[in-house]
């Protein structure tokens, strides 16, 4: 598995389609798919949106990914701190998530304005 982050419309998708030749319908949308269709797909993206649906507090079930997936999540935990402790716990539970992915991928990389940078 292959984690990839950064900023909202930095072409993570774009990039993750071109560099691992990915096509269009290998790849889902986790705000959107159910979990049948995320265990099956090479590409899944907006996991945050995902992680936002499914957490409680700062607990998550992830669906099962495929050996082989890139995971896209997009940075949430710069910039201002939020007053709702509901979107500070979604944030906390993004982080965590992306932390125990970033242990368990074959590489993480960080995607701004199109360009990749290999952080492991």
Same mark, same amino acid.
């Not at 030749?21 to 979990?35: F, M």
């Not at 990914?65 to 701190?81: K, L, M, P, Q, T």
């Not at 991928?105 to 990749?116: D, K, N, T, W, Y």
């Given at each position: 598995m292959r984690l990839i982050t950064g900023g909202i419309s930095q072409g993570k998708v774009r990039y993750a389609q071109?560099?691992?030749?990915?096509? *269009?319908? !290998?790849?889902?949308?986790?705000?959107?798919?159910?979990? =049948? !269709?995320? *265990?099956?797909?090479?590409?899944?993206f907006n996991l945050q949106d995902y992680i936002r649906l499914h957490h409680t507090g700062q607990e998550c079930a992830l669906p099962v990914?495929?050996?082989?997936?890139?995971?896209? #999540?997009?940075?949430?935990?710069?910039?201002?701190?939020p007053l709702s402790g509901e979107e500070r716990a979604f944030r906390e539970a993004v982080g965590r998530i992306c932390c125990r992915l970033a242990e368990q991928?074959?590489?993480? *990389?960080?995607? =701004? #304005?199109?360009?990749?940078r290999r952080i492991k």
């Open positions: 071109g560099h691992y030749g990915i096509l *269009e319908a !290998e790849t889902v949308d986790a705000g959107s798919a159910a979990d =049948r !269709e995320i *265990e099956k797909a090479k590409l899944v990914f495929r050996e082989d997936a890139v995971i896209i #999540c997009d940075e949430v935990g710069y910039g201002v701190v991928a074959e590489s993480v *990389e960080l995607v =701004r #304005c199109g360009i990749a």
